[in-house]
């Protein structure tokens, strides 16, 4: 008996072992060929929104994170409604981390 149960918390804890952080599940979520934008809370949870046409703002979920698939650029505002510091966001590109150390609340089209 005392063999099966060593045997049973072994498996369990190898199981534990081989499950994927949730960071690399997100990345699994923001596929290129999907064509949005992916967006990474401080936890690392993900978001996606389609792109932002030219000219126009979408207010978004704060995020720390960003990845952009839409093949067009877009900017990254502090403030809600496209306000405050902002970043650019290449089309295409890899995963991008705001430059002023905290999150964003928008997401401008260019």
Request: aromatic share 10%; with cysteine; net charge neutral.
């Amino acid at each position: 008996m005392k063999k099966l149960f060593a045997l049973a918390a072994g498996a369990a804890a190898l199981v534990t072992l081989a499950a994927q952080p949730a960071s690399a599940n997100a990345q699994a979520e923001c596929d290129m060929q999907d064509g949005l934008v992916c967006l990474w809370n401080i936890k690392g949870e993900l978001s996606t929104v389609p792109s932002v046409p030219s000219g126009q703002c979408r207010n978004t979920v704060l995020y720390y994170e960003i990845r952009n698939w839409s093949g067009r650029y877009a900017r990254a505002w502090e403030g809600k409604d496209c306000t405050g510091r902002n970043q650019l966001v290449s089309a295409n590109d890899g995963q991008v981390f705001l430059n002023w150390g905290g999150g964003a609340w928008s997401l401008g089209g260019l």
